[in-house]
């Protein structure tokens, strides 16, 4: 599938915020990460930087919903542990592969701006909910009671974001590691059998 230039701008920005944080994201530097024509950015983004940032912290949440749900659909023993298994995989494989320089978009947004704009701090706030409602609705699927289920769902995902901030800060995939085991007996053990 081909992406027009704006779509290129916005995940481009989504790529160079995890490896560079929002301040460190230069317009220009989107631009041609983009390859799209030098006076797009003002053409598709009227309300400039914040307006792409904004819009790529949208992208990230959709894109992280949709890896939510195609966990869930892809394993063969549906439980709670073997999906959070499957989120920490996600992340143990790229940095083995590609290195610690690149983590959640979400987190370096948080950290750069979250004090310093409103809107970019409703922006991340909402695209975590974004993220941690189709979690919790798997989790209901998988039978954790809806009680449990919005906050397991919020501690996997607070687990997992600390996790990627440590491996990245040890160059060290243990702190993946050891979220997965001390959690995945939690996790199973929340859900309801009749």
Not at 29 to 48: D, I, M
Not at 63 to 79: F, N, P, Q, S
Not at 118 to 135: D, I
Not at 142 to 158: D, H, N, T, Y
Request: glycine share 8%; hydrophobic share 50%; aromatic share 6%.
């Amino acid at each position: 599938m081909t992406r027009s230039p704006r779509e290129r701008m916005v995940f481009s920005a989504a790529q160079l915020i995890r490896a560079q944080g929002v301040s460190g994201t230069g317009l220009r530097e989107v631009v041609t990460h983009a390859e799209a024509p030098r006076g797009s950015l003002q053409h598709y983004f009227p309300g400039g930087k914040e307006q792409l940032v904004d819009e790529a912290i949208a992208w990230a949440a959709r894109y992280v919903a949709k890896r939510v749900h195609r966990y869930a659909d892809a394993l063969t023993e549906k439980t709670p542990g073997n999906l959070f298994a499957a989120m920490v995989a996600q992340w143990r494989d790229e940095f083995e592969a590609a290195g610690f320089g690149a983590g959640c978009p979400l987190v370096a947004a948080t950290a750069d701006t979250a004090a310093a704009s409103e809107r970019l701090r409703v922006a991340v706030s909402r695209a975590f909910t974004g993220w941690q409602e189709p979690l919790a609705e798997e989790l209901r699927g998988m039978g954790v009671p809806a009680a449990r289920s919005e906050s397991l769902a919020l501690l996997m995902i607070s687990a997992l974001e600390g996790a990627i901030v440590l491996a990245r800060a040890h160059l060290d995939v243990a702190p993946l590691d050891a979220v997965l085991t001390e959690l995945t007996p939690l996790l199973d053990g929340a859900v309801a059998h009749a």
